[in-house]
């Protein structure tokens, strides 16, 4: 029915509808409707962009002539549309608004591990009763964080400003190898941490007789040794042999030995301790009800999220090193064709380096309560010199 002092005027982003009483219908819609309608739009749209651009790169390259590459052309509309906003509200150009924000965010996460990763060694190490063997291994993880978040983007950012950071160029290099060096000391040295925990939480017994100093000093030793060991055959390959086989087979053995296997081992021991964890809170449960005595709520939630925190740290750690593990497999297949990834691998292994000293704040009880007596004794210095000091306490009527 059209309405006799009504027009309906349709557009692509918004949609007006002026008229009389015939028409107060479209008030008594749930607002839900309309959100649930732009939701599924939204949804649609960002399924059909960056997918299946991926997807026809990965086949065909995206030629133009191809059936598959006309059927992405909504990513070129969007970029087209992107391009045009651009110029009518003066938004700076895509590849430097990009690079505005990677400098930022670089930035942010390695003052963030440095700063975090500083604070654990200086506590660790002022504190003599924070001197064991599991410490040990959480001071040598985080002087690999705190250089892997220093070793990140200021010598990027210096080769940046030097050569644009061309491949080709000497200093490009030897950046990379500069901090993949670290990169790799702090994924041995966390397996090295989650190896000692495994063995403490799943094998108490044999924790004491197994893990001694020189155990300790062992591991520690080749969590850096094995990182040096295989940066300095890049080296010598990049600087004396320049063979592309013995390049295809270090990163074979990198990709292996320090990505793979790393992986595999950190889901393995935490799908262990967490069975353990389980099987602990279920017979402390059934204890528990058995003595009438419930503190079953805090004991859970406690346990629950120190799990969730456990799984983000692995999280964190696996989605970083499969972008590391593809650009290894691109290094091999494509004849050391640069990945161009750098945008996302490089924040995403420094917020790596970022996640760990907090975890240590929460999963290490000792190291949680020095934490808390460091601060509680900050705040109460400020609050005594900043409360006056009278000499003379006496009222007088």
């Given at each position: 029915q059209q309405p006799q002092n009504g027009n309906l005027v349709f557009d692509s982003w918004l949609v007006s509808i002026h008229s009389d009483h015939n028409w107060k219908w479209i008030y008594h819609l749930p607002p839900n409707a309309f959100i649930v309608s732009l939701a599924a739009a939204d949804f649609c749209v960002g399924l059909s962009t960056f997918p299946p651009l991926f997807v026809c790169e990965e086949i065909i390259g995206c030629n133009p002539k191809a059936f598959l590459a006309r059927n992405?052309?909504?990513?070129?509309?969007t970029q087209t549309l992107y391009s045009q906003l651009s110029?009518?509200?003066?938004?700076?150009p895509e590849d430097h608004k990009m690079e505005t924000w990677f400098w930022i965010l670089g930035w942010s996460l390695s003052i963030l591990s440095m700063t975090g990763n500083g604070f654990i060694i200086f506590l660790v190490c002022?504190?003599?009763?924070?001197r064991n063997k599991t410490n040990a291994f959480v001071v040598s993880l985080a002087v690999a964080d705190f250089c892997a978040g220093w070793s990140a983007f200021p010598p990027l950012f210096v080769c940046e400003e030097m050569t644009r950071c061309d491949p080709t160029a000497f200093i490009a290099s030897g950046v990379d190898y500069f901090r993949w060096l670290f990169i790799y000391a702090s994924v041995t040295n966390l397996c090295s941490l989650v190896l000692d925990r495994y063995i403490a939480i799943v094998r108490p017994l044999s924790y004491l007789t197994f893990m001694t100093r020189r155990s300790v000093f062992q591991m520690i030793f080749m969590s850096w040794t094995i990182p040096v060991?295989?940066?300095?055959?890049?080296?010598?390959?990049w600087l004396i042999f320049e063979e592309i086989v013995l390049f295809k087979v270090l990163i074979s053995i990198s990709m292996v030995f320090?990505?793979?296997?790393?992986?595999?081992v950190l889901i393995f021991c935490f799908g262990s301790m967490y069975y353990v964890v389980y099987k602990h809170e279920r017979a402390a449960r059934i204890l528990a009800n058995q003595l009438r005595f419930n503190q079953r709520f805090l004991f859970r939630i406690k346990e629950k999220a120190a799990v969730q925190i456990m799984a983000i740290v692995i999280g964190i750690f696996l989605l970083a090193f499969t972008?590391?593990?593809?650009?290894s497999f691109i290094h091999i297949l494509k004849d050391g064709k640069p990945c161009d990834d750098k945008e996302y691998k490089i924040p995403l292994l420094v917020l790596n380096s970022v996640v760990n000293p907090f975890a240590y704040a929460v999963f290490k009880r000792d190291i949680n309560m020095e934490i808390k007596r460091y601060i509680c004794c900050v705040i109460c210095k400020k609050k005594r010199h900043s409360d006056p000091i009278y000499e003379n306490n006496f009222f007088y009527l």
């Open positions: 992405c052309s909504l990513v070129v509309q110029f009518v509200l003066g938004w700076p002022r504190r003599r009763r924070l060991v295989v940066v300095f055959a890049f080296l010598l390959n320090l990505e793979i296997l790393p992986s595999c972008f590391a593990i593809r650009c």
